[in-house]
């Protein structure tokens, strides 16, 4: 049948949702008296086999597990009205047999809240089943799906059944990747809906009608996520045929969307997007819904995913932005008091967030002109720069020498000198470290405190002119940084110079790697560095460490598909040349198949250098990851303190997410990763993230 052979062709090309939409389609055929119940049944049992098989991996047999279990709130009802019930009584039980056997040892990573109070947080599969259980208790009746054949089932009880031939998962499915697991998010439920007789009732969260709708706002979402006005139409025309409060409902998919882990399906200013398009049109129900959501998700960041935290508050900070920056602020007053007695409270922490990334959106006059002047406290730093050499010094001191050397070398900037001449201006400072620490390799510290200085100052008109100036100082910049500790001081200068202005330093850290001024394990280092400690749990510095490994991963991605092309293009030359008849013409494609192996030979070589540069990465971060929670640890018993800190929380979400996030990378170094870091000797807090990552991917 040509619908099985698309049902295989969409497993061979991964297209799960597809997969599953189909699977669906294949039911109501059933429901028309198109295709016989006995043979969906077998298609079923084909999925529940194969998931049984010893060894199959654990992400596929849950894909063809939800595969059927997705399809029962359509099919059901047909099953319990027919002949064929008790056959749909033993597929049931085969499911829940199999459905209580999975182990979920990866939930921790996955959970948006460490609680479950007041809303439990359910995995996918165990919240469809839960609700799949009640529909069964409740007949399999439901209040969402729409059903157009019964307008036609006198016609269609004689129709001619068919039967659906033999069906067979396309083999070498282990290979494949196949959907990862995640939490069902929830934060409204009956009681959050206002008890008016025109406000239609919130079903339940273990109701199929929750899971119905739902399903369907996700359909919409996924075919129409390129267009944010059509997708917002669409999510409304929706709501036109439904007796529920779908305002609710929507909030909480897109919430649920935005706040998914370890990313968003879609990125995060889809979402944002879409909640501002739907409250433009729907300003007299939304809106109101959006700011009950947020205040449900702010007084629980106590116990919220640090990584959720984070992203909640750069979704809300752009959301402001769009709405003239009106919130009801007085109800957070609370933060002002908390930011006096624990500044790292996660609300207070989570206001100073949203602070700074709106001013990341604005300037900060207007900031302050928005924002309460209770909050004052809480706001970040007017944005500037700190040039060490501004200020007079003392006479005879090495800080006014290197003000007299800072401008030296602007004058010769000015004269447009050479790389020789700028370093002569240097000249009367001392090489080696400023305070006389012991460095296992010298380096000019004075002389490169002052070049950077110098030419931050002169770059940092804009971004265009920070470009321009690493780009014309590059040889001046590398001579003056002969190995990793100057590297790793460059860096901590410029975040000096931009001590308040946090914005240009990630954009600094972009500009350093692009321009192959610092490695990416240099800034790793710096990251990770005694210096960086009071900065340890900002967004920003965890933005800039995100950037350096996403700067290694598209390295590779951007060799390897030139190396790609390469390899073709040699492919072509050989074709060439063995076709050639004359010799001249031979000879002259025999020196073109030459060069294009040496091309390829140049991005193998390339290849080889990232990938090591890119293991080197993650290898060091997990390692001080390792290390700092360990040594937190270690102090807390000695101290007799409390391990689980917040801090500790925090840090360790932090681990968990670089492992998830980047699984594909992370998987390749597994062997290294287990031999080498997560031994058993690890404190079980720190090695239990690995054990989850492992779960999580298998």
């Not at 259980?133 to 001619?160: C, G, H, Q």
């Not at 702010?298 to 750069?314: A, H, I, P, Q, W």
């Not at 050479?418 to 000019?444: C, H, K, N, T």
């Not at 192996?597 to 080889?608: A, D, I, M, R, W």
Request: proline fraction near 6%; aromatic fraction near 10%; hydrophobic fraction near 40%.
């Amino acid at each position: 049948m040509l619908v099985l052979e698309k049902l295989s062709s969409l497993i061979d090309d991964a297209e799960w949702r597809n997969v599953q939409l189909l699977l669906r389609f294949l039911s109501d055929m059933v429901n028309c008296n198109v295709v016989m119940g006995s043979s969906l049944l077998t298609l079923f049992t084909t999925f529940i086999s194969t998931a049984s098989v010893p060894g199959v991996k654990p992400s596929m047999r849950d894909f063809l597990l939800y595969s059927v279990l997705q399809c029962l709130p359509w099919i059901g009802l047909h099953f319990h009205d027919s002949k064929d019930d008790p056959e749909f009584d033993r597929l049931l039980d085969m499911l829940e047999m199999k459905i209580e056997q999975r182990e979920k040892d990866y939930m921790a990573s996955i959970r948006v809240w460490s609680s479950d109070n007041p809303l439990p947080q359910i995995e996918y599969m165990d919240s469809l089943w839960l609700q799949i259980k009640n529909m069964r208790n409740n007949n399999w009746t439901d209040n969402w799906i729409v059903r157009p054949y019964l307008a036609f089932e006198s016609k269609l009880e004689s129709s001619l059944q068919h039967p659906l031939p033999q069906f067979e998962l396309p083999p070498d499915l282990e290979h494949t990747q196949f959907p990862l697991p995640y939490v069902v998010f929830r934060i409204f439920d009956t009681q959050d809906v206002p008890n008016r007789p025109e406000v239609p009732k919130l079903p339940r969260f273990n109701s199929i009608d929750r899971y119905l709708v739902e399903d369907a706002i996700i359909n919409v979402i996924d075919s129409r996520n390129l267009t944010k006005k059509e997708c917002a139409e669409a999510l409304l025309r929706i709501m036109g045929r439904s007796s529920m409060p779908l305002n609710y409902m929507l909030v909480e998919v897109l919430f649920g969307g935005l706040l998914e882990l370890p990313m968003p399906r879609y990125p995060e200013l889809f979402y944002g997007s879409i909640l501002i398009q739907l409250c433009q049109l729907m300003a007299d129900h939304l809106p109101q819904v959006l700011a009950q959501a947020v205040a449900y998700v702010y007084e629980r960041l106590d116990t919220m995913n640090t990584v959720l935290v984070d992203r909640f508050g750069s979704w809300f900070a752009y959301f402001l932005s769009n709405f003239k920056y009106h919130w009801t602020w007085s109800e957070w007053e609370e933060c002002i008091k908390l930011n006096k007695s624990d500044p790292n409270h996660p609300k207070p922490k989570f206001l100073k967030e949203v602070f700074l990334k709106l001013l990341w959106l604005t300037f900060y006059e207007k900031l302050t002109d928005v924002i309460p002047d209770e909050f004052s406290s809480l706001l970040p730093s007017k944005p500037g720069f700190n040039h060490k050499f501004a200020e007079p010094a003392p006479e005879n001191s090495l800080l006014n020498l290197q003000t007299k050397c800072g401008k030296a070398l602007i004058e010769s900037i000015k004269n447009k000198d050479d790389v020789e001449m700028m370093m002569a201006s240097l000249e009367p400072l001392p090489d080696g470290s400023i305070d006389g620490r012991d460095l296992d390799s010298q380096f000019p510290e004075a002389k490169l405190e002052v070049v950077i200085q110098t030419i931050l100052r002169v770059g940092c008109k804009s971004i265009s002119h920070l470009s321009v100036a690493l780009n014309r100082f590059r040889d001046l910049l590398l001579q003056v940084m002969p190995n990793q500790d100057a590297k790793v001081c460059c860096l901590r200068v410029t975040f000096n110079f931009f001590e308040t202005n946090h914005q240009l330093m990630c954009i600094m850290i972009e500009k350093y790697l692009n321009f192959q001024l610092i490695e990416p394990s240099c800034i790793v280092s710096w990251i990770f560095s005694p210096d960086m400690l009071p900065h340890f749990n900002r967004l920003y510095l965890w933005q800039m460490l995100e950037s350096t490994i996403c700067y290694c991963i598209k390295r590779c991605d951007r060799i390897k598909l030139e190396l790609e092309k390469s390899k073709a293009k040699l492919k072509e030359k050989k074709d060439q040349e063995a076709v050639a008849a004359d010799p001249d013409i031979a000879e002259k494609r025999k020196a073109l198949t030459q060069a294009a192996e040496e091309e390829v030979g140049h991005y193998v070589k390339l290849l080889e250098d990232a990938e090591l540069s890119q293991k080197e990465v993650f290898l060091i971060v997990v390692q001080r990851f390792i290390m700092i929670l360990t040594d937190h640890i270690v102090r807390s018993e000695q101290e007799s303190r409390y391990t689980q800190t917040l801090w500790f929380r925090c840090t360790r979400d932090r681990l968990r997410q670089t492992l998830v996030k980047h699984r594909r990378e992370v998987k390749r170094y597994m062997v290294t990763l287990q031999t080498l870091l997560f031994t058993p000797e690890v404190e079980p807090k720190i090695l239990e993230c690995f054990t989850q990552f492992k779960g999580y991917i298998a």
